[in-house]
């Protein structure tokens, strides 16, 4: 079975469609990582008390550029862990340590949003929020399925009515036409209303801020919604027509989660550890910035 860093090292045009970003990008990422690791590293060497000489016991498989590609083909293609295992030539276990520990570090790296980003610097992110506001922000939501909670006040909890079975829910802001994620919320239970995860999120944006949203987020202040359908009646031509265009202003957003979703780990039945949810799809948003440019990594 083919190992796929070295698939994509013969074949770099086609890393897009294994990994989900591009050659470039993942040779990008991979530096940022290892210099991450090597911080790490360095840390943890400093907290030892040493009996032992460094760099015993038994040596690596892989590489750290094959570590790196484990973990993020895993998100993209969600094999089991003795498949993937497989494909790289180590057993499930080792596999499952190396996806953890190199996810921890790429979730650093990658910020899930444009507000996450420039979370540290106050300053920066109060500008940041002023120049929003020239601008209508698209918010939608989704679902994915979940495992069933053995707890039944949890189950109550991530039953989704409308999916008819337990979810996760999330909601993602971005800018017009798609070009980034400003802010996102995931591992919400299933059964929460749009509004209201939407008035919650609201709270980290201006007053003034405008925002464009479905059906669903009808009643919300400062949000434009299309017009429903009268009971009994039906929408003039002038109703059909403004309709139409918070449609097509609304598409980049549910372009933006179908983007999210061609990372499978984001769109099939979650079968992870709950706890691991939110990490793991904020990671999978960071990648998603990465692949459409919102996020530019140094070259060196």
């Not at 939608?140 to 409308?162: F, H, L, M, T, V």
Request: aromatic content about 8%.
């Amino acid at each position: 079975m083919k190992n796929p860093l070295h698939y994509i090292h013969k074949y770099p045009d086609r890393t897009r469609k294994i990994l989900g970003i591009s050659a470039e990008q993942f040779e990008a990422l991979l530096r940022q990582a290892k210099s991450e690791a090597d911080k790490l590293e360095w840390e943890q060497e400093q907290k030892k008390n040493r009996i032992n000489k460094k760099g015993g016991g038994r040596p690596k498989i892989l590489t750290r550029s094959e570590e790196v590609c484990l973990c993020i083909f895993y998100l993209r293609n969600l094999p089991t862990f003795e498949v993937l295992g497989m494909q790289f030539n180590v057993s499930k276990t080792e596999a499952n340590d190396t996806f953890n520990y190199w996810l921890k570090i790429i979730r650093k790296i990658l910020p899930s949003s444009l507000i996450e980003q420039f979370k540290k610097d106050e300053k920066e992110l109060e500008i940041i929020k002023q120049m929003l506001t020239e601008q209508e922000l698209i918010v939608d939501s989704w679902e994915q399925a979940r495992e069933r909670p053995e707890d039944n006040q949890e189950q109550k909890k991530y039953y989704s009515g409308k999916k008819k079975q337990h979810t996760f829910k999330g909601q993602v802001i971005t800018l017009p036409l798609g070009k980034d994620v400003i802010d996102l919320e995931v591992g919400k239970q299933g059964k929460a209303s749009d509004i209201n995860l939407f008035r919650e999120q609201q709270q980290k944006f201006e007053s003034n801020q405008k925002f464009t949203g479905d059906k669903g987020y009808q009643g919300g202040t400062n949000i434009k919604t299309p017009q429903k359908k009268p009971k009994g009646k039906e929408l003039t031509e002038s109703q059909k027509s403004e309709n139409k265009v918070v449609s097509s202003e609304r598409i980049y957003v549910e372009h933006m989660i179908r983007l999210f979703k061609i990372f499978r780990i984001a769109k099939e039945r979650f079968r992870m550890n709950s706890d691991k949810y939110e990490q793991i799809i904020l990671t999978v948003c960071g990648l998603v910035r990465l692949r459409i440019g919102a996020l530019i990594l140094p070259t060196s």
